[in-house]
């Protein structure tokens, strides 16, 4: 557990580079950051999320109040013993250029006197865990890309097996389509590993999905809100919140609600390969196209298929749901799809049938009514 | 003049005997540069990589380089008026002559290492300190690796510039190649001066090429770009996690920064022979 008690950072001048237009960048802050969770900082720039996360290893010391960790203060500690026993990613990974990374890897357990060989092979697991090709060990930082030196970068901060975490935007200098990926894997690990983390950034979906708590920091550095993601969706504390949650609240709340068992409808499909005469013998003007394992491939425009199913005749608009995903991913595949019906898979990937928007609709009302009177529970499961 | 005689020259048994001949003044031509060298390192090194270290008192670097419009050999003989009378042996001229070619090296020297720890990536040195290194280790084991092309270049150029220069500790009547170009000047006997020349062209060649060996083995491949150009290809097609890496197409490449700073042609081969090739009308300017 990490526990700030009145934590205070003031700058002399306007100089600091979390200051803003004040002196102060973090104000009187008290926060604790659970053992085992994952405790988001976010908020503009200037709210001081990055200075709060740097005092907890002291690369910037507080002006006043007290940090501690399980119970000591860090103050108290020697500063390398300190920062060796706390993992550390950065945004840009700040790998060391001239090491492979492998031992980019071991830099902490070389630091604290682990021998060689045990350090390396421990490297080598934790190369693999972070999803990294095991030959990729004897590369150097600038053969791998953005999002690959971002994933040694967490290796790194793992490998002496620290329990807290900082990480400052570690994700956020890679490109949307890497950055899921990352968020994904980490919150995989995360689920293995369950070390306390202490998360900054800037970005609220980011907050949003990976937190189990969120901290929204307003600028000069003061907590505006500390509270669940679906709390904070549902129920931000003032108009500062609100406005930096941002816009879609409600659809965004149900990523947090687990889709209910819904009946779904047969979908009747065709394969590639079909000709245009199953195509319409099917008899709506939108077909599903599945593959040979049965994983929905995508639409096809029964008017515009010439002679047979291809790809190219494919529409890839519409979203996949899964049977164990979220009422929002439920309700997207029912929008997003040319037919109106909405396409639903198993966790394997295969067609289970297909649902639309307005018998989702229903499944929300009735979740948010068993949230409203707890007796009511029941009788929306029955539904 | 002709080929035959600066062959003839060389091929003479006697130019390559006792204490006038080859072999002898090129030791002494190596001793005064190694002396200069050590001098000149001793000082720039640990200044430079302070000043790279700490960020302050940056303009040391800009005050050297200025430095470098001194002319050496006018510097030499205000010097030896200076020190001469107060000493009464051949280190009156040692003395001088090592002083003035120490103030040539200490300019590469102290930008190349300054530049070099300079350069290292903000993010790498922010990671090393909040990892647990102390400022030692975070300069020896992160800063210093990293600063090493630079620094290697800075040593590089030093070394040609202090061989090319080194002729004129003939002028205070001490040894080295310069003699051949003083004495042959002095006796009008030009294929002496121009196979002095060539010697010193020479040293100046190997010694780069020595220096060029070295860099290539101490240097990290992950910082000399060799590891880059050999398997970024190999990386883009067949890696599984292959991302889209947008800035990283021109890491390979050397660093602007190194031209720039390291001064103006004193890195190429070709600009010192074309510098030591005519010391004598060099160093009357």
């Given at each position: 557990m990490i526990r700030f008690e009145g934590v205070t950072k003031r700058y002399a001048d306007a100089s600091g580079t979390e200051s803003g237009d004040g002196s102060v960048a973090v104000d009187d802050l008290t926060l604790e950051a659970p053992t085992g969770k994952i405790t988001v900082l976010v908020g503009p720039s200037g709210c001081g999320k990055t200075t709060t996360l740097r005092m907890v290893n002291r690369m910037i010391t507080p002006t006043s109040g007290t940090i501690s960790i399980d119970g000591r203060d860090t103050a108290s500690l020697d500063v390398a013993e300190l920062r060796r026993g706390i993992g550390y990613v950065i945004q840009h990974a700040g790998l060391f250029p001239h090491r492979t990374v492998l031992d980019n890897v071991t830099t902490v357990p070389r630091l604290l006197g682990t021998d060689k060989r045990t350090?390396?092979?421990?490297?080598?697991?934790?190369?693999?865990?972070?999803?990294?090709?095991?030959?990729m060990a004897r590369r150097y930082p600038a053969q791998l890309s953005g999002g690959q030196q971002q994933r040694v970068g967490v290796a790194r901060a793992l490998a002496a097996d620290p329990p807290v975490m900082l990480m400052d935007e570690p994700f956020s200098a890679v490109d949307p389509v890497v950055r899921e990926q990352?968020?994904?894997?980490?919150?995989?690990?995360?689920?293995?590993?369950?070390?306390?983390?202490?998360?900054?950034?800037?970005?609220?979906?980011?907050?949003?999905?990976?937190?189990?708590?969120?901290?929204?920091l307003r600028v000069g550095g003061v907590l505006a809100q500390l509270d669940s993601p679906a709390t904070l969706l549902a129920d931000p504390v003032d108009d500062f919140v609100a406005g930096f949650v941002g816009r879609d609240r409600g659809y965004r709340a149900l990523s947090f609600a687990a889709a209910p068992e819904l009946s779904l409808a047969d979908e009747p499909t065709v394969s590639l390969g079909a000709s245009a005469d199953d195509v319409r013998a099917v008899g709506t003007p939108w077909v599903l196209c599945v593959g040979d394992a049965g994983e929905p491939l995508g639409w096809v425009r029964a008017a515009a298929v010439?002679?047979?199913?291809?790809?190219?005749?494919?529409?890839?608009?519409?979203?996949v749901a899964s049977t164990t995903g979220s009422l929002r991913a439920l309700l997207d595949a029912a929008l997003s799809s040319p037919s109106g019906r909405g396409v639903v898979a198993d966790a394997d990937g295969r067609l289970v049938g297909t649902i639309r928007a307005a018998e989702v609709i229903p499944a929300i009302e009735a979740r948010r009514d068993a949230a409203a009177s707890p007796t009511s529970a029941e009788e929306a499961t029955a539904r | 003049m002709s080929l035959a005689k600066i062959f003839g020259w060389f091929t003479d048994p006697a130019n390559w005997q006792g204490a006038d001949g080859v072999p002898h003044r090129v030791l002494e031509h190596l001793l005064y540069t190694g002396l200069t060298l050590l001098v000149a390192l001793v000082v720039a090194v640990p200044l430079g990589a302070w000043v790279g270290h700490s960020g302050r008192l940056r303009w040391l670097v800009t005050g050297a380089n200025a430095a470098r419009a001194v002319p050496t050999l006018g510097l030499l003989?205000?010097?030896?008026?200076?020190?001469?009378?107060?000493?009464?042996s051949d280190l009156a001229f040692v003395i001088p002559s090592i002083t003035v070619l120490v103030l040539l090296a200490i300019p590469p020297l102290l930008s190349g290492t300054y530049a070099g720890i300079d350069s290292v990536e903000p993010a790498a040195r922010d990671a090393a300190r909040g990892m647990g290194m102390t400022g030692w280790q975070v300069l020896t084991k992160v800063e210093a690796p990293c600063a090493l092309p630079l620094f290697l270049s800075g040593l590089r150029s030093a070394t040609l510039q202090v061989i090319a220069t080194?002729?004129?500790?003939?002028?205070?009547?001490?040894?080295?190649?310069g003699r051949y170009l003083i004495d042959g000047l002095a006796s009008r006997d030009y294929v002496q001066m121009v196979c002095g020349s060539i010697l010193v062209a020479a040293l100046a060649l190997v010694a780069d090429g020595l220096l060029a060996l070295l860099e290539k083995r101490a240097v990290s491949p992950g910082i000399s770009g060799r590891a880059t150009r050999v398997a970024r290809s190999r990386a883009r097609n067949s890696d599984p996690h292959s991302e889209p890496d947008s800035d990283g197409a021109?890491?390979?490449?050397?660093?602007?920064?190194?031209?720039?700073?390291?001064?103006?042609?004193?890195?190429?081969?070709?600009?010192a022979t074309a510098t030591t090739g005519t010391p004598s009308e060099r160093d009357r300017t």
């Open positions: 350090a390396r092979s421990r490297a080598m697991e934790l190369i693999e865990r972070v999803g990294l090709d095991p030959a990352l968020q994904n894997e980490f919150l995989r690990l995360q689920s293995d590993l369950g070390k306390t983390i202490l998360f900054v950034t800037h970005d609220i979906d980011e907050a949003v999905k990976l937190g189990d708590q969120v901290a929204v010439e002679s047979e199913v291809t790809r190219t005749v494919l529409h890839r608009g519409g979203t | 003989f205000a010097v030896s008026m200076f020190v001469g009378p107060l000493i009464q080194a002729t004129i500790a003939a002028s205070v009547s001490l040894g080295g190649l021109d890491r390979s490449d050397p660093d602007p920064r190194q031209a720039a700073l390291v001064g103006s042609g004193t890195t190429g081969p070709v600009q």
